[in-house]
């Protein structure tokens, strides 16, 4: 695909922000992401941080375009655990391809690489091949989800921590890529502990932090303990009145702040071709307490 010119450096006085809804959401306006400069970087970060998520439309980016940007919200663009199954040691784009014969594969609300010790801080996934209907995106404000738990439940979960294992992951992996790489996969993938409520390391604020795709388990309780606390913060999380859904566009660009939102690819438009690409950012900051 090939971009258009850049336009001139613009900073934090170009940014054109409106909210989307009354849990999340926030649309940035006139932008070309290629020419902020560092100031209007650090405006897009601060309404990720307020809103949660940002969506900025008519982004003509190339990989190198979106991996350039990416890289100045955070300390570096992750690479993904997987990428040791192809040999790879640099950051760089995943495509998230959908077609006929691939059908979608993770369908359901996870926060990206929780099974990871450091996992990514913001999500930035820009919209390429899009179907004429379906195929929209959803994220869930977990700060909110958080606060508007009872004070007593709040006061268990305060405590806890929770194992994160890739399995959803893997049963994806199978479906797109076969057995063999899901076992290689398995082999290479970590897993890892979080607490099951973190505290966001810029704004301060408390978010739930377990999700659907990868917390398998909270530590200190019984199977079955676990099992039904799981269930009910899970259902509770992803309540559609803490959610914003954004319909694609070829050339939107979402930024998300990982560390308080889970999302769900809506699987609806499936055998259409719908072609995403994404990548993650990391701070030097693992999730805490």
Same mark, same amino acid.
């Given at each position: 695909?090939?971009a258009?010119?850049?336009a001139?450096?613009?900073s934090?006085?170009?940014?054109a922000? $409106?909210?989307?809804?009354?849990?999340? /959401?926030? $649309? =940035? @306006? %006139?932008v070309?992401v290629r020419?902020?400069?560092?100031? /209007?970087?650090?405006?897009?970060?601060a309404?990720?941080?307020?809103?949660?998520?940002?969506?900025?439309? *008519?982004?003509r980016?190339?990989?190198a375009d979106?991996l350039?940007?990416?890289?100045r919200?955070?300390?570096r663009?992750s690479v993904?655990?997987v990428?040791?199954?192809?040999d790879?040691?640099?950051? &760089?784009?995943?495509? =998230?391809?959908?077609?006929?014969e691939?059908?979608?594969s #993770?369908e359901g609300?996870h !926060?990206?690489?929780t099974?990871?010790?450091?996992p990514p801080a913001?999500?930035?996934?820009l919209?390429d091949v899009?179907?004429?209907? /379906? %195929?929209?995106?959803?994220?869930?404000?977990?700060?909110?989800?958080?606060e508007?738990l009872a004070?007593?439940? $709040?006061a268990?979960?305060?405590?806890?921590d929770?194992?994160?294992?890739?399995?959803?992951?893997l049963?994806g992996?199978r479906?797109k890529? *076969?057995?063999?790489?899901?076992?290689?996969?398995?082999?290479?993938l970590p897993a890892?502990? +979080?607490p099951v409520v973190?505290t +966001?390391?810029?704004?301060?604020?408390?978010?739930l932090y377990?999700?659907? *795709?990868?917390? !398998?388990? =909270? @530590?200190?309780l &019984?199977p079955?303990?676990s099992?039904?606390?799981l269930a009910?913060?899970? #259902?509770?999380?992803e309540?559609?009145?803490? !959610?914003?859904?954004?319909q694609?566009?070829? /050339?939107?660009? #979402?930024i998300? @702040?990982?560390?308080?939102?889970?999302?769900?690819a =809506? *699987?609806d438009h499936?055998?259409?071709? $719908?072609?995403?690409?994404?990548?993650?950012?990391?701070?030097?900051?693992?999730?805490?307490?």
């Amino acid at each position: 695909m090939t971009a258009p010119a850049a336009a001139p450096s613009s900073s934090a006085s170009a940014l054109a922000v $409106r909210s989307l809804g009354a849990s999340l /959401g926030a $649309r =940035i @306006d %006139g932008v070309d992401v290629r020419a902020l400069d560092d100031a /209007g970087v650090a405006a897009v970060r601060a309404a990720v941080h307020e809103h949660l998520v940002a969506f900025l439309p *008519g982004q003509r980016l190339t990989d190198a375009d979106q991996l350039a940007f990416a890289a100045r919200l955070g300390a570096r663009v992750s690479v993904h655990p997987v990428a040791a199954v192809f040999d790879r040691t640099e950051a &760089s784009i995943e495509v =998230i391809e959908d077609t006929a014969e691939k059908p979608p594969s #993770a369908e359901g609300w996870h !926060t990206d690489v929780t099974f990871s010790n450091n996992p990514p801080a913001f999500g930035v996934l820009l919209a390429d091949v899009i179907p004429t209907t /379906g %195929g929209d995106t959803m994220w869930s404000n977990q700060h909110v989800a958080y606060e508007q738990l009872a004070a007593p439940l $709040r006061a268990l979960i305060d405590t806890l921590d929770a194992q994160h294992a890739p399995v959803a992951f893997l049963e994806g992996l199978r479906a797109k890529m *076969g057995d063999d790489i899901a076992e290689r996969a398995r082999r290479v993938l970590p897993a890892a502990k +979080h607490p099951v409520v973190v505290t +966001h390391p810029v704004t301060g604020r408390k978010a739930l932090y377990v999700n659907r *795709g990868f917390t !398998t388990a =909270i @530590d200190g309780l &019984s199977p079955i303990e676990s099992e039904h606390l799981l269930a009910l913060l899970f #259902a509770h999380g992803e309540q559609p009145r803490y !959610t914003v859904r954004w319909q694609w566009t070829p /050339g939107d660009l #979402a930024i998300w @702040d990982e560390r308080a939102t889970q999302h769900f690819a =809506i *699987g609806d438009h499936f055998p259409a071709h $719908r072609r995403m690409r994404r990548c993650t950012v990391e701070i030097d900051a693992p999730p805490a307490r």
